[in-house]
């Protein structure tokens, strides 16, 4: 069994990034970019095509004017035939929907394998989002599969909590006059059913991996990607969460230069009234613009945490397989859209801090000018692990 290493893996994530050309940044903005701008065309076109825009504005405007949720109902009903509104919302809503998911879906399986190509040394190109495409078909049917399969297993386990909590609940208050014992058995309950949707998710992490790598789809994708998680739940969750440190930060940036910004300018309002109004709206104006400029930078942040994140996740889809594609490969290697992993050499290593003074490393160039052998450095993770 090739030995798993978290840390060794992260840093040969961002090893790959350092080395690849065009640079993951901006592949990443490319592929946000034609995610998001694409699947606003698509919306766009049809729901000028099939009314639903129409539909969505009149509904606002009615809103707007008699400020009831009802009324604005009854007023798009009147305005609206049967046909008409149920084209609109059926055809409209659930066509765009449809499209929209198979777009992104198929540029997101596309950046996946964008970033496992990366990770292998391959550099590929921007063109390489675009790689899926000609199985497009099969990329929704699969992705489809994975939606219904994930929603049944989550109304499963949220139909299992509610009977759950049913029963602690008659149980424990209406008979045993328990509150405590309940409370913590209902803070268990809902634990566990967090646990049991991150289940879930892990389950078929790797689907988008094995379409772009291997080329498969459907019930193989799902089965082979249960397959390769047997055992590696535990592995694949510690890893998404030893990124959670870089999304706290800049959760923690944005809520304090937020307060740094506008809790004076609610001071100001507070003390003076309306009678510096002119200068607390400029105020308010200027903390908008600078908080914009912070959610910009923090934005620029995500191009580089974005495919860190996903190569790390494709080496870890690597190694399920038993291929070490964590120490850089000369050349890069062959295959691509549809094709197997090359075979690579499942070797690792070990860190001994204190070498022999003959035996060497086996890492790195030997002695230079007489010098003694140097250690090579350990794996550095993120900084809070």
Excluded at 316 to 345: L, N
């Amino acid at each position: 069994m090739l030995e798993y290493n978290r840390t060794r893996l992260k840093e040969a994530a961002r090893r790959a990034m350092r080395g690849q050309r065009p640079h993951p940044m901006f592949v990443t903005f490319v592929f946000a970019a034609l995610a998001g701008i694409g699947g606003q065309i698509i919306s766009q076109i049809l729901g000028l095509v099939t009314g639903s825009t129409g539909l969505s504005n009149l509904y606002a405007q009615a809103l707007l004017e008699y400020g009831d949720m009802d009324t604005a109902v009854q007023y798009v009903l009147m305005s609206y035939s049967p046909q008409r509104l149920i084209f609109a919302l059926l055809v409209g809503g659930g066509l765009s929907s449809l499209l929209v998911t198979l777009w992104q879906g198929l540029m997101r399986v596309g950046y996946g394998g964008f970033c496992l190509d990366m990770a292998r040394g391959r550099q590929p190109q921007t063109g390489a989002l675009f790689r899926a495409f000609p199985q497009a078909g099969p990329v929704l049917i699969t992705q489809l599969l994975v939606s219904v399969f994930r929603f049944l297993w989550t109304l499963l386990l949220q139909v299992g909590a509610v009977v759950v909590f049913f029963v602690i609940l008659l149980l424990f208050i209406t008979i045993l006059d328990l509150p405590a014992l309940a409370f913590l058995l209902m803070l268990c309950g809902c634990i566990a059913l967090m646990l049991g949707i991150i289940w879930v998710t892990l389950r078929y992490a790797l689907v988008d991996f094995l379409i772009a790598d291997r080329g498969m789809s459907g019930m193989d994708a799902i089965r082979e990607s249960k397959r390769l998680m047997q055992g590696n739940y535990g592995r694949l969750f510690t890893l998404k969460l030893s990124f959670l440190g870089w999304y706290l930060m800049e959760l923690a940036v944005f809520l304090i230069l937020g307060a740094a910004v506008f809790v004076p300018v609610v001071i100001s309002a507070i003390q003076n009234g309306v009678d510096s109004l002119p200068t607390l709206v400029l105020s308010a104006v200027g903390a908008i613009g600078l908080l914009s400029l912070v959610s910009i930078a923090i934005g620029i942040f995500n191009l580089w945490l974005t495919p860190y994140v996903t190569g790390a996740e494709a080496l870890f889809y690597d190694w399920t397989q038993g291929i070490d594609s964590t120490r850089p490969t000369p050349g890069g290697g062959d295959g691509g859209w549809g094709q197997p992993a090359p075979p690579r050499q499942n070797t690792t290593y070990t860190w001994n801090p204190t070498p022999g003074p003959t035996s060497g490393t086996g890492i790195g160039p030997g002695p230079q000018d007489g010098g003694a052998p140097k250690p090579p450095k350990s794996p550095k993770d993120d900084p809070w692990d």
